[in-house]
């Protein structure tokens, strides 16, 4: 499985504790990977990925959320005149998850998770979306 594949499953993940109480998260992870969800592109979805990929995103996906406080300061913090209850959702977990891979993952080199982080964006934000989340990382990337 690619990484840009491995980062969409997280993206969907993490897009998912916005809706979701902390507690009922093992249960959406279970249901990600069990019943999927078709997309209107009809794309991979969370029943398509290996078990061993699963394993390696579930690991991910549970490292960022030991992270999450942190990763939100540095968030709110950057986002001048944004507070994190201000950004939308999809902005949201791609920041969080682009913030976690140039700070936690050392295999990822800041550019390339800041790419991709916009590439998310572009993808599934509004049409705004990919300037705003490169404002920030690169806010971020500058400290």
């Not at 902390?22 to 990925?49: C, N």
């Not at 507070?83 to 959702?89: A, H, L």
């Amino acid at each position: 499985m690619t990484r840009s594949l491995v980062r969409e499953h997280l993206f969907k993940l993490l897009f998912r504790i916005e809706f979701n109480a902390p507690q009922d998260m093992q249960e959406q992870i279970r249901l990600y990977f069990t019943d999927g969800f078709a997309d209107e592109d009809h794309e991979s979805t969370g029943e398509d990925v290996p078990e061993k990929d699963r394993d390696y995103i579930i690991g991910k996906y549970e490292s960022i959320i030991g992270h999450l406080s942190e990763i939100d300061g540095l968030i709110d913090n950057c986002a001048k005149g944004w507070s994190i209850s201000r950004i939308g959702k999809v902005e949201l977990a791609i920041l969080r998850l682009a913030v976690y891979e140039m700070l936690y993952d050392d295999d990822i080199p800041v550019g390339v998770a800041i790419d991709e982080a916009v590439e998310l964006s572009k993808r599934f934000g509004q049409e705004s979306s990919g300037a705003f989340v490169n404002g920030i990382l690169a806010t971020l990337a500058r400290k």
